[in-house]
Every structure is written in structure tokens, then in C-alpha cells.
């Protein structure tokens, strides 16, 4: 099994699914709640890269990386945003991958960490069955609508090998819709999203629930984040 990600196959910045040419299906609804999320992220990259890789990494980013060792294949950050995992997996020695829907993001993710990137939508992952050994997608899948999930979710366990790992992080509470900088967010309670991992297919083995001054910038509101580790059996 390969633990390298063949990037001939996409090359660096490929636009396999520009956020433009809407995914297959997708209702103007969805379409519309991605106008402010990608607006937002296109036009403050420069500050959003800044006071991301100011933050400390994930609190379970060394146990994440620990289980993918021990598996092995490359990782694929879902929802990259500037880079600063990215560049961690890939000093850790991981084959690391980025994928996301802002192309200024993803310019200086590739700069920051000298990982390849490929610009594309969640909801329509690009990948070959079981090419990751893992996927890392923290405070990216919380931008889609609440209805998207599921085949998001299958999606992620296809792209999975076997064994393969899935951290995801969300924001908890009721609802979904614009935040005062007019992205898009969907809020769960902890037990949907555990239902949601598991209902896709996936054995969840970890998950905590903490609250941090960390999520939006410009605010020191605390925000109540979920995260869970997932393996596909
Ligand atoms: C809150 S940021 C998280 C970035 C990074 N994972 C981190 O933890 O710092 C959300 C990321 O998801 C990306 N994103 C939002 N909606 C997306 C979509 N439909 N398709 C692809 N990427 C999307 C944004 O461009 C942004 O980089």
C-alpha cells in the first residue's frame, strides 16, 4: 500500500473542482450559504493565515499523527485553510496532501508548509477509493449545510483505507447559518455528529468536547468545540 501521495496524477494547485462550477446536485440554497463563508476566507487569507499559525496545534494532533504512523499511508487535510497542520503532519514525516475550496488560501498553505494542494469543494471530493491512510479535517466540514453531511461523511470513508483514520472537529450548539462575518456555519450537538461518523460507516474510538478563545477572529467569546477520532473498520 502506498504512503505517498502520487501528486502526478493532480499536479500542485490543480482546480479539479473550482468552487464555481457547483457540485452535482447542489440546491441554490447551498450555493448561496458559500458566498459569505468563501468571500470571508478569499478576502482576509493574509489575516486568517496569520492568526492560525499563531494558535497552538490541536490538543490530539500527536495522537492523530501517532495512529497514522502506526498505520501509514498519506494524509489528507480536508478544509487546509493556510497551512498550519499541513506543515506539522509533513515535519512529522507524514505524506500530507491540502484540500480546499479558497484559492488564496491554498497559495500560501503550498508556500508555508511545501506540501501539494488541490483546490476543489468538500462536497465533491476528488479522490481515488482508499488512497489516504488518513483524513484531518478540522473546522472545515461546520461551513457545510447540515443536510450535505452524510454523503460528505461517505465520501471521507471511501477515500479512507481500510483502518484508516478520521479526525473531525465542529462547533457545538442549535441551527445553522451566517455568523457576523457572514460565513456559513452548522452547529451539532455532540451526539448527532458521533451518530452522523458512525451512521457513514465509521468506528468512533475517541471524542471530547472543550471550549476555547480560539474559532473567530476578532472575538474573545469562548466557542464550544467537538472532536472526534474515527476509523473505518
Ligand atoms: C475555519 S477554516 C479551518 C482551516 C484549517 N483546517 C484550520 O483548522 O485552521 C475552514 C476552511 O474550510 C474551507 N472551506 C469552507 N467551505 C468549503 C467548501 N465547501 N469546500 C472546500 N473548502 C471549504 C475554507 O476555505 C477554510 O480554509
Known amino acids: 500500500m502506498s504512503t505517498h501521495f502520487d501528486t ?6 490543480t482546480s479539479s473542482r ?3 462550477s457547483k457540485p452535482h446536485g447542489m440546491s ?6 458559500d458566498i459569505g463563508t468563501m468571500r470571508y476566507y478569499d478576502e482576509h487569507a493574509t489575516s486568517y493565515a496569520e492568526a492560525t499559525r499563531a494558535q497552538p ?12 504512523k502506526m498505520h501509514g499511508g498519506p494524509v489528507l487535510d480536508l478544509g487546509c485553510g493556510a497551512g498550519r497542520d499541513l506543515r506539522a503532519l509533513s515535519q512529522r514525516g507524514l ?8 484559492r488564496p488560501l ?3 498553505a503550498t508556500e508555508f508548509s511545501g506540501c501539494p494542494v488541490i483546490q ?29 453531511i452524510p454523503n460528505v461523511l461517505l465520501e471521507v470513508l471511501r477515500i479512507l483505507q481500510v483502518g484508516g483514520y478520521f479526525f473531525s472537529s465542529i462547533k457545538t450548539g442549535e441551527g445553522e447559518g451566517p455568523d ?6 452548522t452547529y451539532f450537538h455532540p451526539n448527532e455528529w458521533i451518530s452522523l461518523v458512525r451512521e457513514a460507516g465509521f468506528e468512533v474510538i475517541e471524542s471530547q468536547a472543550s471550549r476555547q478563545n480560539i474559532g473567530t477572529l476578532g472575538s474573545q467569546a469562548p466557542v464550544a468545540w467537538f472532536d472526534c477520532t474515527a476509523r473505518k473498520p
Open 57 to 68: 496545534l490541536h490538543p490530539t494532533f500527536d495522537s492523530f499523527v501517532k495512529r497514522l
Open 95 to 102: 505524506s500530507a496532501v491540502g484540500f480546499d475550496a479558497s
Open 8 to 13: 502526478a496524477r493532480f499536479g500542485s494547485m
Open 18 to 20: 473550482m468552487l464555481t
Open 120 to 148: 476543489g469543494d468538500l462536497r465533491a471530493i476528488p479522490f481515488e477509493n482508499e488512497m489516504f491512510g488518513g483524513v484531518w479535517a478540522s473546522a472545515s466540514l461546520l461551513h457545510l449545510q447540515r443536510g450535505d
Open 180 to 185: 457576523s462575518s457572514a460565513r456559513w456555519f
Open 28 to 33: 441554490a440554497a447551498a450555493a448561496a450559504s
Open 106 to 108: 491554498l497559495e500560501l
